[in-house]
């Protein structure tokens, strides 16, 4: 059965450091999705990562996926306050068997909290 | 805006009582997805429809079902609800190439939050 792990689960952190959320994942795959949620809010999707080495940047997040190690990281870099949310990570359960199957099986989440 | 709407926003309701939530996923995506979250499971995959077709089963109760309608629109029913089915329901929708053989991300509607009373 496929587990899927983040840490830290809370983070607070100061504007302008950097810092990297960490997700490793139990069993092969070779698809991580990395989603963000605001309080009270729907999950919006950051990254997908669709092979070892994958390296995706958007504004001040960066994601990579080591498929070996069977790691992705999500790394902050100078973080303003806007980026406060909830951070999950995903792993693709593959079915090999039935066409179409996708199942994702998410990490706990981590709560970041960026002060002024 | 992911362009999945979802009916309710909320629900409150009594143990014992069957609702049902409803989907509409984005235009042209051919797969739904559902899911719980709650503070003590988290967020679990609940079951996939592909097309009319169910394709992946997660941890969904007995009580619970699901279905995808010509349409595309799906509903998930709740059955002989108890208090630890008080949570926040998701679906996803993602657009499945010919043959089912690639998804691309899945795309979240608001959600709908269920109180069971």
């Known amino acids: 059965e496929l587990k899927v792990e983040q840490n830290p689960l809370f983070l607070s952190m100061q504007e302008g450091k950097n810092y990297t959320i960490y997700c490793n994942y139990s069993?092969?795959?070779?698809?991580l999705y990395w989603y963000r949620q605001d309080p009270g809010k729907s999950l919006e999707s950051l990254f997908v990562?669709?092979?070892?080495?994958a390296v995706k940047q958007e504004g001040r997040l960066m994601a990579s996926l080591d498929t070996k190690a069977r790691l992705s990281t999500l790394h902050i870099t100078a973080a303003v306050h806007d980026l406060s949310a909830t951070y999950f990570c995903?792993?693709?359960?593959?079915?090999?068997?039935?066409?179409?199957?996708?199942?994702?099986?998410f990490g706990q989440g981590t709560r970041l909290t960026i002060n002024p | 805006d992911s362009g999945v709407t979802q009916t309710p926003k909320h629900l409150i309701t009594a143990t014992g009582q069957r609702v049902t939530l409803r989907c509409s996923p984005r235009?042209?995506?051919?797969?739904v997805y559902w899911y719980q979250q709650s503070l003590d499971q988290g967020l679990q995959f609940l079951i996939q429809y592909y097309n009319g077709e169910e394709r992946a089963k997660g941890n969904i109760l007995e009580r619970f079902s699901a279905q995808q309608f010509p349409d595309l629109h799906s509903e998930l029913n709740l059955s002989s609800l108890e208090l630890g089915d008080s949570a926040l329901y998701f679906c996803a929708s993602s657009a499945t190439l010919a043959g089912g053989m690639y998804q691309e991300t899945q795309y979240f509607g608001p959600g709908t939050r269920l109180l069971v009373l």
């Open positions: 069993t092969t795959s070779d698809r």
């Open positions: 235009s042209g995506d051919l797969s």
């Open positions: 995903a792993v693709d359960e593959k079915n090999r068997i039935i066409q179409g199957a996708q199942k994702l099986v």
């Open positions: 990562l669709l092979s070892n080495g």
